[in-house]
């Protein structure tokens, strides 16, 4: 077997549409993001990782041809850069980053 294609001959495609999904769960570990009111103990990392874990969980189920990654899937901080190296080293067809916001003003 040839380790490259002849000329006209074509490469085997990947499966065209979304093959691998990075779910990034936002803030962790010394990073707690919005704090809400502080009327509950819940911060928005703690909501991020619970609500990541879910959609993957999701795809996981009803799409076992997806590859799912996660940058956390425990309450760590992982930069930004990291992250980005996460999905880049991964190929990642589409990359979520979940994160929940509080406020006052309807403004």
């Given at each position: 077997m040839l380790a490259f294609p002849l000329y006209g001959q074509s490469q085997p495609a990947e499966k065209e549409g979304v093959n691998t999904v990075v779910i990034d769960a936002g803030h962790g570990g010394h990073d707690p993001g919005n704090l809400g009111t502080r009327r509950y103990k819940t911060t928005e990392k703690d909501i991020a990782l619970k609500v990541a874990l879910k959609v993957g969980a999701y795809i996981?189920?009803?799409l076992p041809d997806v590859k799912v990654i996660y940058t956390r899937d425990k309450d760590v901080f992982v930069?930004?850069?990291?992250r980005a190296r996460i999905a880049n080293k991964a190929k990642a067809d589409l990359f979520i980053s979940i994160h929940c916001d509080a406020f006052t003003k309807s403004s």
């Open positions: 996981e189920e009803n930069d930004l850069q990291e």
